[in-house]
């Protein structure tokens, strides 16, 4: 009877470990997202979290940055993607709109790779709202990260840094001259 708890007990704990590792629905995220207004963000996700973000904000520049998903936030996207990768969209959604939101989605799986373009946002096509909805997550996600970041540094030690000489400004190309020899 004990080998036979024994053995349950294992052929659980490796059939939980088994479910574990196949929670995650996506090898890569590739997403770029236009508010429309201020700011435009790209994030390439990976299946161990790892984020990488560009941000171009009109009043402060571009930003690159890193980050690691906790688990919480890795398995809201691994949903996501679940249920996009599943269903069935088309690969274009255009909306004529101006300062409107847009967003280019490819999501990379072991099944397929899903891409589609959404441009201005229809609340009432309902085969659109996972993708909004993942969208609206990371963007929400990714603004707050954005925000704590400080990339206004200050180094005392470049006031001290001695530049060489700047170059003339008026600088001319002169012609060599040339003594014709041959006669």
Request: aromatic share 12%.
């Amino acid at each position: 009877m004990r080998y036979f708890v024994l053995f349950l007990l294992t052929l659980t704990i490796l059939s939980c470990k088994n479910k574990l590792q196949n929670v995650i629905s996506f090898d890569l995220i590739d997403i770029s997202m236009d508010n429309g207004w201020t700011d435009i963000y790209s994030l390439k996700i990976n299946k161990e979290g790892r984020m990488v973000v560009y941000n171009y904000n009109i009043e402060k520049g571009n930003k690159y940055f890193q980050e690691y998903l906790s688990k919480t936030e890795l398995d809201s996207i691994s949903q996501f993607s679940k249920i996009i990768i599943s269903s069935k969209l088309d690969t274009l959604y255009s909306i004529a709109c101006s300062d409107c939101f847009s967003c280019n989605l490819i999501i990379n799986s072991n099944q397929k790779k899903f891409k589609t373009f959404i441009e201005g946002v229809d609340d009432k096509n309902k085969k659109l709202e996972c993708v909004i909805n993942l969208t609206r997550y990371l963007y929400q996600l990714v603004s707050k990260r954005t925000k704590s970041i400080d990339n206004e540094y200050i180094f005392e030690s470049k006031t001290n840094h001695f530049n060489p000489p700047p170059l003339p400004y008026d600088i001319r190309f002169v012609a060599p001259k040339v003594i014709d020899t041959v006669k």
